[in-house]
């Protein structure tokens, strides 16, 4: 039996990386005295499974991680319970069972839907920003992997560019960004478009089978809003 919780990531917390926040997981669940299967060897380590790792400085509102247990455990009250133990900025806004053998998160995810603050631009600019990232026939850009310079196209992986604007006044870019083969990431797709983006919020996470597509986990819609609200 596993455990699926969907967690947020907003405010100051935004900043941990994505190993410091395994490491809040570890502990919490811990002190939640949650019966956590582990591995084997000289040197047992928790089955915990994360979704795809979330760029440092990024905010989120669908992060999850996978929980393998070593016996079942009650779901009434679990996720204000994990909340209290987690870091202010981090709370879980849905808990459910999924089978052993389902696919990794880092499997399944096929895209990410993206919010981005664009602080700078006018949104005329940002329009016409938007025109030439989608009209372009390739959009190659240099990035450094393992220690080597690569150029890869990157046009596949934007898959739907909008804007939108806010109460206040200040716009937004909305972005779908495929995962696969290689994901993008909001500093890469600001160096697409020319323009100076701030800060970028994960809202979705999608699996796509069949035609069809679905998050991981939906949120409890109580729990998102008191998430929001703590971190504002």
């Given at each position: 039996?596993?455990?699926?919780?969907?967690?947020?990531?907003?405010?100051?917390?935004?900043?941990?990386?994505?190993?410091?926040?395994?490491?809040?997981?570890?502990?919490?669940?811990?002190?939640?005295?949650?019966?956590?299967?582990y591995?084997?060897?000289?040197?047992?380590?928790?089955?915990l499974?994360?979704?795809?790792?979330?760029?440092?400085?990024?905010?989120?509102?669908?992060?999850?991680?996978?929980?393998?247990?070593?016996?079942?455990?009650?779901?009434?009250?679990?996720?204000?319970?994990?909340?209290?133990?987690?870091?202010?900025?981090?709370?879980?806004?849905?808990?459910?069972?999924?089978?052993?053998?389902?696919?990794?998160?880092?499997?399944?995810?096929?895209?990410?839907?993206?919010?981005?603050?664009?602080?700078?631009?006018?949104?005329?600019?940002?329009?016409k920003?938007?025109?030439?990232?989608?009209?372009?026939?390739?959009?190659?850009?240099?990035?450094?992997?393992?220690?080597?310079?690569?150029?890869?196209?990157?046009?596949?992986?934007?898959?739907?560019?909008?804007?939108?604007?806010?109460?206040?006044?200040?716009?937004?870019?909305?972005?779908?960004?495929?995962?696969?083969?290689?994901?993008?990431?909001?500093?890469?797709?600001?160096?697409?478009?020319?323009?100076?983006?701030?800060?970028?919020?994960?809202?979705?996470?999608?699996?796509?089978?069949?035609?069809?597509?679905?998050?991981?986990l939906?949120?409890?819609?109580?729990?998102?809003?008191e998430?929001?609200?703590?971190?504002?």
């Amino acid at each position: 039996m596993n455990l699926r919780f969907r967690f947020v990531k907003l405010g100051r917390v935004r900043w941990t990386s994505h190993r410091d926040v395994a490491r809040m997981w570890e502990r919490a669940l811990r002190r939640a005295r949650i019966p956590i299967a582990y591995t084997e060897g000289f040197s047992p380590r928790p089955k915990l499974s994360f979704g795809l790792a979330l760029p440092t400085g990024c905010e989120s509102l669908a992060e999850y991680v996978d929980v393998a247990l070593a016996s079942p455990v009650e779901l009434a009250g679990l996720q204000a319970r994990m909340t209290f133990l987690l870091p202010a900025g981090v709370d879980v806004t849905a808990v459910s069972t999924v089978p052993a053998d389902s696919d990794s998160l880092q499997q399944d995810v096929t895209s990410c839907s993206w919010e981005i603050e664009v602080p700078t631009s006018s949104p005329d600019e940002l329009r016409k920003a938007v025109e030439r990232v989608l009209g372009a026939d390739s959009l190659p850009l240099e990035r450094e992997r393992k220690g080597r310079r690569e150029v890869d196209d990157l046009r596949p992986a934007v898959l739907a560019l909008s804007t939108a604007g806010t109460a206040d006044g200040r716009s937004l870019l909305i972005a779908e960004l495929a995962t696969r083969p290689r994901g993008v990431r909001p500093v890469e797709l600001a160096r697409l478009m020319g323009l100076e983006l701030g800060l970028a919020k994960r809202t979705i996470q999608w699996i796509e089978r069949d035609g069809s597509r679905s998050e991981p986990l939906a949120a409890d819609p109580a729990f998102a809003a008191e998430a929001k609200d703590r971190a504002s």
